[in-house]
Every structure is written in structure tokens, then in C-alpha cells.
């Protein structure tokens, strides 16, 4: 009697950069699977022997979520990569934005949670190639089979994600993300993940701060145009709260440089005292709009992001 072959285990892939998702203004048409846009840190999470955490940009911070990967080594994976996003919670259990800067630069993450919602890689099998309906159907096997408190099942919603948009913002999160029935998983922006927000909000380049009595007035922030120059995008004062000029004066303090990096130093209001900034650090916006000249209008500071690279940060949608 002839030996039954043992499956071939697909190669190990050392690193997966995540799928990107595509600002969309409207639902399209379609079979599309809706979730809950999380508003956080994205990571994607690999599982061998023992588990690391990956930011957005490849950076490893499995030190600085050590509840979240002591979790994740519960699964029972032999071997596995996963993608999911790393929030902050209010009481009612909503993903909330501020309190996460404060949370990983005190080290003091034992609260946050990660929501997975795609499953790459288990067990020698590479699943990128396989429908995005099989991947997240062993995912929540997995999950399911192991209830862990801060690693969770990111569901999908089957109502209308017109209706789910509008509940989505009246609870005051950030929107939904949809994903094309029997796609696929690949590392770029292909527009088969498409994001529908509440609110006009995204990452800027801080590109220099004005000075005030408290020390900062107000941020220059800047985005790169398809030349990958860093074009003037307006200043932000609002939000800059007492508790959080604290933190940004100590990272804007090494930052200083004598010109501008942008591609066209701005006409400024005359009387302000601008301090100019190497280029390294993003923050959140939230904006009413960016006008034709390129300028955000009534800007919201949000926080800072750490998880993703100032290099290539430009306009979405």
C-alpha cells in the first residue's frame, strides 16, 4: 500500500505589508461585505514560535502590547499571520482615537483591544490567494474556539451600508470599511477595500509650529502632491489642549531647522513667529474641508500617529 503524501506547506512569508484601503464617497455597486472602520493603529500580527506585532510601516512594537501578542499565542497557531487594528474604548465599548497616544507612550496598553478581521497565513497554507469569504470564515473559527478578552472577531454586517453609515456616525465613530465579495489579499492599494467616513480626517505632516505665550500657537501641517513635494495645507490650532502641547513640545524640540521643507514657503500672517520642523512627524486632523488652494478649513488636532511614516503621506480620495 502506497503512502498518502504529505501536503507541501506553502513558503513562510517573513513579513506582509497590509492591504490598503481607498476613501470612497458613496456605497459602489455590487456584492460588498461591510465592517465597522476601527479607529486606531493598524497591525498586522505574525505567529511563530512566538508572536510579533507590526505596525503599518513594518515597525515592531510587540513590547509595547504585551497583553494583546500573551493573547495571541493562545490561539494554538503553529503558524500564522493575522491583520487587525489596535483601539481604545469608552465605557459603551466605541473605538475612541485620543486616548491611544497616551496609552502607548506610557506604556500603559493593558486596556486596548485588537480586532482582527483577515487571516493571511495558517498553519503552511498561504490563504492571500483565497477568497476574502474563506479567509475570515477560519478566522472566526479561530477565534471563536479560543475567547480571548482583548483580541476579537471584527463581524460584518448584512444590512444596507447606507443604513449602517448613518448608525455608524450617529454613535460618533469614524465609518465603515467594505471589501468586495471574493477578493483577494495583496499588499497595495487596489481598490477592492474601500473606506466610507462620518467626517472629513486624516494624517498630516507637521511641517513647523508658530510660537505663542504657551510656546506653541498653532501647527504648519503639509501633504505630499504626486511629485512628492510637501505642499502647504494650513494651520491647525484647535484641539491643542494644555495636557497635549506638553507632550509636543518635548518631540518638536529636536525637530527644528532653519528653512522650510516645503516645496513653496507660504505667505504667512505677518506678525507670526514660525519655528520650522524636519518633516518626521504626522498628526490627525479632522477638517470641515480642504479648499481649491490646498488649505484645510476649520482643522481639529486629533493626536499624534506613530504607527505610520511621514514619507508619502498625501491628499485622500
Not at 20 to 37: F, Q, R
Not at 93 to 111: C, E, K, N, V
Not at 123 to 145: F, M, N, T
Not at 164 to 170: H, K, M, R, T, W
Request: charged fraction near 30%.
Amino acid at each position: 500500500m502506497s503512502k498518502r503524501k504529505q501536503p507541501v506547506a506553502d513558503p513562510w512569508p517573513e513579513q506582509i505589508l497590509p492591504k490598503l484601503v481607498t476613501l470612497a464617497s458613496v456605497p459602489p455597486a455590487g456584492d460588498w461585505h461591510y465592517e465597522i472602520k476601527f479607529d486606531g493603529y493598524r497591525f498586522t500580527a505574525r505567529i511563530r514560535e512566538h508572536v510579533t506585532l507590526f505596525t503599518r510601516n513594518g515597525h515592531d512594537w510587540t513590547n509595547r502590547l504585551p497583553r494583546i501578542a500573551k493573547e495571541l499565542a493562545q490561539l494554538g497557531l503553529t503558524s500564522g499571520w493575522l491583520d487587525g487594528e489596535v483601539v481604545a474604548q469608552d465605557e459603551d465599548g466605541r473605538p475612541i482615537f485620543h486616548p491611544l497616544q497616551g496609552a502607548f507612550s506610557s506604556g500603559q496598553t493593558d486596556d486596548l483591544v485588537l480586532f482582527v478581521f483577515d487571516l493571511l497565513y495558517m498553519a503552511g497554507r498561504d490563504l492571500r490567494g483565497e477568497p476574502i469569504e474563506r479567509r475570515r470564515a477560519l478566522l472566526q473559527s479561530v477565534i471563536e474556539r479560543t475567547p480571548l478578552e482583548h483580541v476579537r472577531f471584527s463581524e460584518a454586517f448584512a444590512v444596507d451600508p447606507r443604513d449602517l453609515l448613518a448608525n455608524v456616525c450617529a454613535m460618533g465613530m469614524e465609518g465603515v470599511v467594505g471589501k468586495r465579495a471574493g477578493s483577494r489579499y495583496v499588499s497595495e492599494r487596489d481598490g477592492e477595500w474601500i473606506k466610507l467616513k462620518c467626517h472629513n480626517r486624516q494624517e498630516f505632516v507637521i511641517v513647523g509650529y508658530t510660537r505663542a505665550a504657551g510656546g506653541i500657537g498653532s501647527l504648519l501641517i503639509a501633504l505630499h502632491d504626486e511629485a512628492d513635494e510637501l505642499v502647504y495645507a494650513g494651520r491647525v490650532q484647535s484641539g491643542l489642549s494644555d495636557r497635549k502641547l506638553v507632550g509636543l513640545r518635548a518631540r518638536l524640540g529636536d525637530l527644528q531647522r532653519d528653512t522650510s521643507a516645503l516645496a513653496r514657503v507660504p505667505a504667512l500672517r505677518k506678525g507670526l513667529d514660525v519655528v520650522w520642523l524636519d518633516p518626521q512627524l504626522l498628526c490627525e486632523v479632522k477638517y470641515a474641508e480642504i479648499t481649491p488652494s490646498g488649505r484645510v478649513r476649520h482643522g481639529v488636532f486629533e493626536g499624534m500617529r506613530d504607527d505610520k511614516p511621514a514619507t508619502g503621506i498625501g491628499r485622500e480620495g
